[in-house]
C-alpha cells in the first residue's frame, strides 16, 4: 500500500464506496410484476407516479421498494353458505383477478401486501352469502347455477370497483348439498323427466291417430268423388276401350259380345 500513489488510495476507497451504493440500490423488477416507491425523506409511499416496471432501476439507497406480482392471478375460496330456505350449502368459487397497476401505489399505502384477506376474500364470501340466500337447494343444484356464478361476479366486482382491484371473473367450480337434499332432488328430476318423455309419447301418437284419420277422410272422400262420376254410360265406354285393346293383342282370346247384365263383352283367352 506504501507504494501506491497517494491520490490511488481514495480513487479506491471512492469506487469501493460507490460499488456498495450501487449494489445497495439496485432493483430488478421481474417479469409480470411492478414496483412501488417507499421515499423514506421524500413522503412516503409514491401515489402520484406510474409505478416501476419490469427491468434493472436504481433507488436511493435510503429508500425501499415493494413489489407485487400485476399479472392474472387466481383465488379459490371454499365456503359454507346458506340458500333461501336455511340450508347449509358448500360452494367452491374461484376468482381470476390482479391488482390495478395504475393505482399500485395506491393499494400497497391503503391495502397492504395482503390485500387479499383485506379485500378480495372478504368481498367474494359477502357476495356469495348474498346471492345463494336468494335460491333454493334445487334451483342452485340445477338450474340457475349459470345465474348464481354471474351474479356472484356482478356483485363481488361491485363491492372491489373502488379497492384498486380488476376483477376479470368468478367460477363456480362446486356446489355440493346435504346427501338427503341432493337424493330428494335427483328424484324428483327423474320424475319429471319421466312425465315429459310420458307427455310426448302421448303428443305423438295423438298427431299419428290424427294422421291417419286424415288419410282415411282423403281415401273417402276421394272413392265418394269417383262413384258419383261413374255412370253406367262412362263404364261401358271404358269397357269397349279395354276389349279394343285385347283384341288386338297377339294372344288367342274369345269376345262373347253382349253378355252380362250389362251387356259388356266378356274376354275369354288361353292366359
Known sequence: MEKLPKIALPFIIAVVVLVVIITKSAVTIGSGEAGVLYKTFGGGVVTDEAALGEGFHIVAPWNKVFVYEVRQQELTERMKVL???????????????????????????????????????????????????RYTPEQIYSSKRDAIQQEIFDESKKIVSDQYINLVEVLVRDVTLPTAIKDAIERK???EQESLEYEFRLVTAAKEAEKV??????????????????????????????????AESPNSKVVVIGSGDSGMPIILGNQ
Open 83 to 133: 340458500s333461501s330456505n336455511g340450508l347449509d350449502i358448500q360452494l367452491e368459487a374461484t376468482a381470476w383477478y390482479m391488482p390495478d397497476i395504475k393505482d399500485l401505489g395506491k393499494l400497497h399505502q391503503e391495502k397492504g401486501a395482503n390485500y387479499l384477506d383485506r379485500v378480495l376474500k372478504p368481498a367474494m364470501r359477502s357476495a356469495t352469502r348474498s346471492v345463494v340466500g
Open 189 to 191: 328430476l327423474g320424475q
Open 213 to 246: 284419420i286424415i288419410e282415411a277422410q282423403g281415401k273417402a272422400d276421394a272413392n265418394r268423388i269417383l262413384s258419383a262420376s261413374l255412370t253406367d254410360k262412362i263404364l261401358q265406354d271404358k269397357g269397349i276401350e279395354a276389349t279394343i285393346k285385347l
